[in-house]
Structures are given as structure tokens and as C-alpha cells.
């Protein structure tokens, strides 16, 4: 009988101690071949967490819920009188940018606390992101900053939480909920009740959220993206490296800048990845091959 692979989890604990090298290669495997892991004793407070959770519940609660009721019902009515709402997420969600500039003075119906508690997780989530990234260019033998380098671009990373809330439905034979796609851009911590410059070596998963008719769901994902101008191309020590043993060049994806991989994703989300990087690497081909304009 076929054993069943272990969930990927790292103690990051583990990585102050002996047992650094054994943490590194669950790391290693887990990028490679998962495409996620979990994360213990990462460094933030369990009391700010419970903090971040409350808040949020309370603010669907209080703010969103009711907006969401009125969806729900129009979506069912929908759905039951023979259209295909299979395509309509059944999530209620709002996004706090960090950075470049913060929006959450703009947010409408978040309060000082919120905003406060919002501000000291981002601090938080935003070392954690920086920690974890120069464990991947250790694992990838890059030298460390080099992954924090890459996403900066002229004014630092694109950082933000998506704050979702996924409430029971009554009809999940009607609606999916969040339907099948993969994520753009860099690393994606989330807390909740492939990455390009890797040449393809580290894995971007599948995933997606099923309605239920019961259990109220919540999700807040914190994402750390390269900046808009950043241009995002293969590490050349990867890409050379998969050359010399497969004798023939190796950057599997082309040289683009992240905000017009971004644009082109919005549009293509819930698609294969693959054919957005032919895309972009068919533009690259176009751009490269057109005349340079003189005086």
C-alpha cells in the first residue's frame, strides 16, 4: 500500500538549531514539489493574531454582512431559476495595500483600532515575508537579499492583505465558491480558522475555497509581490545551472515587468498558468525584435 505524503510543516524554531539542515530541506521539498507549507513559532504573537481574527469577524459582522446577504440571495435566486452562477465567487472580501502607500486611511468603515491592529500586523507579516525569502535564496543558492532585491523595483515591494470572509451556503450544488486558480507574484502568507525568479523550480499550487452549508470561514491573506516596475526574469546562476545539465538553455520564462504580468493575470486568473507566460514571453520576443528608433 502506497504511503501518503506528510503535509509540509516547518518549525522555524528548528532553523536557530541542529536541526537547521533537516527544516531546510522540508523547506526545499516543500517549494519544489508542494508549492506551500505551514509555518510554527514564526515570531508573531499569538495575542496579535487573535487580535487580527476578531476585528475582522467583527467588521464582516458589522459592515459587510448585510451586503453580502443581499448577493447571496440574488446569486440563489439566480441559480435556482436555471442560470450558471458555477463562475460567481461566494466570498465577501475587501483589500488593505501596505505598501508602496498605505489605503487604510481610505478604507470606509474601519475604525482607529482596526487600522492600528492592521498597521502592527503588516509590520509584522512584512518581516516574516523578508525572513522567509532569504530562506529561499539559501535554499536556491542565491546570495541572501538577492529575492528581496529582485521584487523591489523602484519603490519597494507591492505588499497587501486580502481579507475574506466565506459564509455558509445553503446551495453549494448551485455556487463553487472561490473557483480553482493559482497565485501571481511572490510569497503569500495566510493565516486563517511558482514563482518566476526560481525558473520555475519553485511551485505555484492550485487551490481553490468550496461553499459549505455550514461553518462561517475567513481567510486573511497577506500578499509580498514584487513592485510594479520591478522587472522579474530567471536568476542567471538558475538559469545557467539548468543549461549545463540539460546542455541547452534553460530560462524557462522570459524577462517582463511585474505590473504587465499583473495586468494580464486579472484578466486570466481562474485559467492555466502556462499559457499567461507564453503570453508574456511571445510579447518579450516582440519588443526585442522591433527596430530601435535613432535620431
Known amino acids: ?83 450558471d452562477v458555477k463562475g ?37 507579516i512584512e518581516k516574516l515575508s523578508e525572513r522567509v525569502l532569504d530562506l529561499l535564496c539559501e535554499n536556491l543558492g542565491l546570495e541572501k537579499g538577492y529575492l528581496k532585491k529582485a521584487f523591489a523595483g523602484s519603490n519597494g515591494p507591492t505588499f497587501g492583505t486580502k481579507v475574506s470572509s466565506y459564509p455558509p451556503c445553503p446551495r453549494p450544488d448551485l455556487v463553487d465558491g472561490l473557483r480553482a486558480h493559482t497565485d501571481a507574484g511572490g510569497i503569500i502568507l495566510l493565516f486563517q480558522d511558482d514563482q518566476v525568479i526560481t525558473n520555475g523550480r519553485y511551485k505555484s499550487v492550485m487551490h481553490r475555497v468550496l461553499t459549505r452549508p455550514d461553518g462561517n470561514r475567513m481567510s486573511i491573506a497577506s500578499f509580498y509581490n514584487p513592485g510594479a516596475d520591478a522587472v522579474i526574469f530567471p536568476a542567471p546562476a538558475l538559469a545557467a545551472a539548468e543549461a549545463e545539465r540539460a546542455d541547452a538553455a534553460a530560462a524557462a520564462y522570459p524577462r517582463f515587468v511585474f505590473e504587465d504580468y499583473m495586468n ?26 522591433a527596430p530601435i528608433a535613432t535620431a
Open 264 to 289: 494580464l493575470y486579472v484578466r486570466h486568473k481562474f485559467e492555466a498558468k502556462e499559457p499567461r507566460f507564453e503570453a508574456m514571453k511571445s510579447a518579450a520576443e516582440v519588443v526585442h525584435a
Open 88 to 124: 460567481i465567487d461566494w466570498e465577501s472580501t475587501f483589500f488593505v495595500r501596505h505598501r508602496p502607500v498605505s489605503n487604510l486611511a481610505d478604507l470606509p468603515d474601519v475604525d482607529d483600532h482596526y487600522r492600528q491592529v492592521m498597521k502592527q500586523f503588516a509590520s509584522e
Open 1 to 83: 500500500m502506497a504511503s501518503v505524503a506528510s503535509f509540509p510543516v516547518i518549525n522555524m524554531e528548528n532553523l536557530e538549531t541542529e536541526e537547521r539542515g533537516a527544516a531546510m530541506e522540508v523547506i526545499r521539498d516543500a517549494c519544489e514539489n508542494w508549492g506551500f507549507f505551514e509555518m510554527l513559532n514564526h515570531g508573531i504573537a499569538h495575542e496579535l493574531m487573535d487580535e487580527v481574527e476578531r476585528v475582522s469577524k467583527a467588521h464582516y459582522a458589522n459592515c459587510r454582512e448585510e451586503k453580502f446577504k443581499e448577493f447571496a440571495r440574488r446569486t440563489l435566486e439566480a441559480g435556482e431559476k436555471g442560470a
